[in-house]
């Protein structure tokens, strides 16, 4: 075991702190990270602050972060898929048996054993918890370290890690491409990995947003037009003609006006995770045959698929770079939906304290 320094809160209601944790010695398939750049995902924000407590309530002292990116320092003897010196990746999971149906087919995130990158129990005892990327380094199975292609800015890639593969994922399974009009609900993190991914999959997309202000950003990212959600008559206008819409809003709204944005056999999917469950009205399913579903983050074998095509596409996120000092700053503009369009710790701020 070894001492890593880390950002943790040690309530809800307290603010993120300095802090050191436990993290094991590398050994068998085990890869050490030197964490450079850790994105802030909104979930970092719920989790912190307890909003998920009736579906998984937060374990104290908590240490968030699952957009890891940085460089290996060491591996265990079993190591084949990395070595010391290259750069990896860590997202939301850091542990699974990988023998379950879900894990043989690549969904380790339907896994009823997986272990989140923060929050989850630690099976190897080192601490009560999982305890996330706001530290120094981190130490996991080989099998959840990603690849990251040399093309690509870091401070960007970070957030691939959650906010890429969580957009990716679900616009992939239903098959975004050519000839589909698609929305992305919600221009913050996440929102703005979907317009990059619906475009460059070659759909017609269309951003819908509760921020003017985001109007020339949304079409800069790849958006072809943007829709104001709280004027009616914009909102009037579009109704009925979507093929596919994402939502990725981190707050409480109503959904059911984005299910009336659909075409008959439309679907709308979630990822947006907001603390209070959503209404819904059965009439804005039925007239149209219309479904809703949710997804969460994606398997390893499509997060590594999905780094390459961003390589290969050269996407990133777009990214403010804070020092991790400026954590709890950052979790105040989060809610104020200021951030454009994700907040991208630069880790050697830790290292400096
Ligand atoms: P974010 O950067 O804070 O973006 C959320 C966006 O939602 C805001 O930029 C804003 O966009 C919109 N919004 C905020 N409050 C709103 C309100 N009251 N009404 C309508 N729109 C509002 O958050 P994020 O990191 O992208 O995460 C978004 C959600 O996805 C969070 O709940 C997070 O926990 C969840 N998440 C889920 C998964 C998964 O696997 N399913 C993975 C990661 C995150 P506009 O300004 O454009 O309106
Ligand atoms: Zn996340």
Redesign the pocket.
Known sequence: MYKSKAYSAASATSPLASDTIPRREPTGRDVQIEILFCG????D??YARDEWHSVMPTVYPCVPGHEIVGRVTKVGSAVTKLKVGDLAGVG?LVDADLSCPHCKEGHE?FSPTQVMTYGSLDKHGTAPVTYGGYSESIVVDEHFALRIPANLNLAGVAPLL??G??TYSPLRHWKVGPGQKVGI?????????GVKFARAFGAHVV?????PG?KDD?LRLGAHEVVL?RNADEMAKHAGTFDFILD??????DINAYLHQLKADGHLA?????EKPFEISSFALLFGRKSLS?????GLAETQEMLDFCGEHNITSDVEIIPIQKINEAYER??K?D?K??FSLDMASLKAE
């Open positions: 802030v995902c909104h979930s924000l719920h939301c995130q959650c906010a593969i969580t609900v919600g221009l913050g993190g996440l929102g703005h990995m951003v819908f947003t509760t921020s985001k949304a959600s990725a809003v981190s707050a409480p709204h979630l990822v947006g995770a907001p949710g997804s969460i983050i994606g989060l809610l939906g951030v369009y994700r």
